[in-house]
């Protein structure tokens, strides 16, 4: 019932960009803070951003902090990730995630709380 839609995946040169889009069903998204991880190979799934619904306040991962960038349209129930200057060790499957309680702050996180996953999309280096 609830699902997160990961897209826009796919191969990029190094310095190149990719928006990727997660499409919630089942919830409205005004309601939830969201976040994007990915996981590559070998390696463990990480953060990278998270982005609150109550104020739109934002938090970014070192490795991405001035090259990615997270939004959302709650008119639309999706969260993108802008990622600019792409980099060989981006190659990765990106996830998007919501809390499956209801939150606006991206302190679930590190709280312990259930987290609903999307399935995942691809990005990899053309490289």
């Known amino acids: 019932q609830v699902q997160l839609a990961e897209s826009g995946g796919g191969l990029v040169q190094p310095g190149g960009s990719l928006r990727l889009s997660c499409a919630a069903s089942?919830?409205?998204?005004?309601?939830?803070?969201m976040a994007w991880f990915r996981q590559a190979p070998g390696k463990e799934r990480e953060g990278i951003s998270c982005?609150?619904?109550?104020?739109?306040?934002?938090d970014y991962a070192d490795f991405v902090k001035g090259r990615f960038s997270i939004s959302r349209d709650n008119a639309k129930n999706t969260v993108y990730l802008q990622m600019d200057s792409l980099r060989p060790a981006g190659t990765a499957v990106y996830y998007c995630?919501?809390?499956?309680?209801?939150?606006?702050?991206?302190?679930?996180?590190?709280?312990?709380?259930?987290?609903?996953w999307g399935q995942g999309t691809q990005v990899s280096d053309s490289s």
């Open positions: 995630a919501a809390p499956a309680i209801a939150g606006t702050s991206c302190d679930w996180l590190r709280g312990g709380l259930e987290t609903v």
């Open positions: 982005i609150s619904s109550s104020d739109g306040s934002t």
């Open positions: 089942g919830f409205s998204l005004e309601y939830y803070a």
